[in-house]
């Protein structure tokens, strides 16, 4: 009789721990499949990646700067955000460089100076009108860009070229 008991209590006790083995079972089944899940979303995105070229984009070096008509005889003229500036004179038009030849800074230009055209005021150089340098630690002269006019009458920079022999371009 008490090894019929035994039995009838034994089975609960089985069934019990079946359940928990399934419940086990069930809870590494989740866990493994989200696991994978996670692991393909995360292969998928680092592929991703190689689809979007990396690269860093930066503004042309070539631009236009407006319409002849903006640039009077006599003018001198800051192009905002390009660090050049458009002289327009008698003899013809060009572009030259605000970038101190020293260490970066902006150079602003001189008016009313007959000598001095630009100015650094980071460490004190100066420029002559064309670009020269007068004074101060700039080791070289401001360059002069490349500039040519398009088919619709508008001025164009192209930054990439300097013009070495600072020739002006007649218009
Ligand atoms: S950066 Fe212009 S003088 Fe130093």
Same mark, same amino acid.
Request: hydrophobic fraction near 35%.
């Given at each position: 009789?008490?090894?019929?008991?035994?039995?009838?209590?034994?089975?609960?006790?089985?069934?019990?721990?079946?359940?928990?083995?399934?419940?086990?079972?069930?809870?590494?089944?989740?866990?493994?499949?989200?696991?994978?899940?996670? &692991?393909?979303?995360?292969?998928?995105?680092?592929?991703?990646?190689? *689809? @979007?070229?990396? $690269? +860093?984009?930066? /503004?042309?070096?070539?631009?236009?700067?407006?319409?002849?008509?903006?640039?009077?005889?006599?003018?001198?003229?800051?192009?905002?955000?390009?660090?050049?500036?458009?002289?327009?004179?008698?003899?013809?038009?060009?572009?030259?460089?605000?970038?101190?030849?020293?260490?970066?800074?902006?150079?602003?230009?001189?008016?009313?100076?007959?000598?001095? &055209?630009?100015?650094?005021?980071?460490?004190?150089?100066?420029?002559? *009108? @064309?670009?020269? $340098? +007068?004074?101060? /630690?700039?080791?070289?002269?401001?360059?002069?860009?490349?500039?040519?006019?398009?088919?619709?009458?508008?001025?164009?920079?192209?930054?990439?070229?300097?013009?070495?022999?600072?020739?002006?371009?007649?218009?």
């Amino acid at each position: 009789m008490e090894s019929g008991s035994s039995n009838v209590t034994a089975l609960p006790l089985k069934a019990a721990g079946e359940a928990a083995d399934e419940n086990r079972r069930g809870f590494v089944k989740k866990f493994t499949l989200s696991a994978l899940l996670l &692991g393909i979303g995360g292969s998928v995105l680092q592929f991703g990646r190689f *689809l @979007k070229p990396n $690269v +860093l984009y930066e /503004p042309s070096q070539t631009f236009k700067v407006g319409e002849l008509s903006k640039f009077p005889y006599g003018s001198r003229t800051v192009i905002e955000g390009r660090g050049i500036e458009i002289v327009r004179e008698k003899d013809g038009i060009h572009a030259v460089s605000l970038v101190c030849t020293h260490l970066g800074c902006l150079v602003k230009p001189v008016d009313n100076d007959s000598e001095i &055209g630009y100015a650094c005021p980071c460490h004190g150089s100066t420029f002559a *009108l @064309k670009g020269e $340098v +007068l004074g101060g /630690p700039a080791p070289k002269d401001l360059p002069w860009y490349e500039v040519y006019v398009d088919n619709s009458g508008t001025l164009v920079v192209d930054t990439s070229k300097v013009n070495q022999k600072r020739t002006k371009l007649v218009v």
